[in-house]
């Protein structure tokens, strides 16, 4: 059984999605501790225990996994109190507040990143990876991808994405920085919905050969046909890099919570893997410079290539199973 929330992003995410039973549970983040906040929330906790202790009886789960946020408190203190084993998983570096809650009620937190178990001193922990989707597993012939873009099969080839919360003011830079070298690369850029026609408008007036998009749905032939990518730092995103040895330019969401972005991109930073540059740093000149600077470089693309693939969890999805397994015995 899948549980979701009540958000609409939740619903477009589990459409036609046939493998689960799937319930949705009313949920409420903390926002606040002012009393309106507090009382909303224990309101709302309220109601999605009685849920899910009704969807319990019915189902009568053996363990119950939580991916984060407030929403999994509810079946997490439920599974509990029914006395099965309970798991949450932070794939980030620095967790937010709603895993910080949940880990006091689990048997095992499952963790991203090792660098993330500072912050639950308290609980009892296992480090398993970032699961991927499966058909990012699916295999990809680099020039095929490359084809299917409409892009040539054999020049370097530049992935950009912004990510789901934005990235208007990369996508400007980063159209900017190409003209000086459409000689060298070619772009497949996803810039969300608002970008797409300026963005493409530009690299066309630029003469940059480029794919422009406002999202990739098989994002295994995005990935597939890069070199290089420019990304957020979000821990699904960096793990999918890092799943295609992509190397890559990190420019972290600066309005993430706790600043977490920037200590996911650290690590891929420190590793070798990955080029750290803040939002505010990361004009078309110093991109342009960034990029120059691992073209440059015959030896060091395939060395942060290799890197980045040596910081891929390796089967994340079949660890966290028998890691839950294994409590189930």
């Known amino acids: 059984m899948l549980l979701i929330s009540e958000k609409e992003i939740d619903a477009v995410a589990t459409k036609g999605c046939v493998n689960f039973r799937i319930e949705k549970v009313v949920g409420e983040g903390l926002q606040s501790k002012s009393p309106l906040a507090l009382l909303r929330f224990w309101m709302k906790l309220r109601a999605a225990k009685k849920r899910c202790a009704a969807l319990y009886a019915d189902w009568n789960p053996s363990a119950v996994l939580g991916m984060g946020g407030f929403t999994c408190f509810a079946p997490i203190l439920v599974g509990r109190k029914r006395k099965v084993p309970t798991f949450v998983h932070e794939s980030n570096a620095i967790p937010g507040r709603a895993n910080k809650l949940n880990a006091r009620y689990v048997t095992r937190v499952l963790l991203g990143f090792e660098e993330c178990r500072s912050h639950f001193p308290k609980a009892a922990c296992e480090v398993v990876g970032t699961p991927i989707r499966s058909a990012l597993n699916q295999p990809v012939n680099k020039s095929d991808a490359r084809a299917a873009f409409g892009l040539s099969r054999e020049k370097t080839t530049l992935l950009v994405m912004g990510g789901s919360q934005g990235a208007s003011g990369i996508n400007k830079r980063v159209v900017d920085a190409m003209p000086a070298l459409a000689e060298r690369l070619q772009v497949i850029h ?81 590793a070798g893997a990955g080029v750290l540059m803040r939002e505010g740093d990361a004009s078309a000149t110093e991109l342009r410079q960034a990029i120059t600077g691992i073209l440059d470089s015959p030896t060091r693309l395939d060395e942060m290539s290799r890197k980045a693939h040596a910081l891929a969890s390796t089967n994340a999805a079949e660890v966290v199973a028998d890691t839950i397994l294994k409590h189930c015995a």
């Open 190 to 270: 996803l810039t969300g919905k608002s970008d797409e026609v300026s963005t493409r408008e530009a690299y066309a007036k630029a003469g940059v050969q480029a794919h422009v998009a406002a999202f990739h749905h098989a994002m295994q032939e995005a990935y597939g046909a890069a070199d290089i990518a420019i990304a957020r730092s979000g821990a699904a995103s960096l793990t999918e890099l890092s799943h295609f040895s992509l190397a890559s330019i990190l420019i972290p969401y600066p309005f993430a919570a706790d600043d977490h972005q920037t200590a996911n991109a650290l690590i891929f930073h420190k």
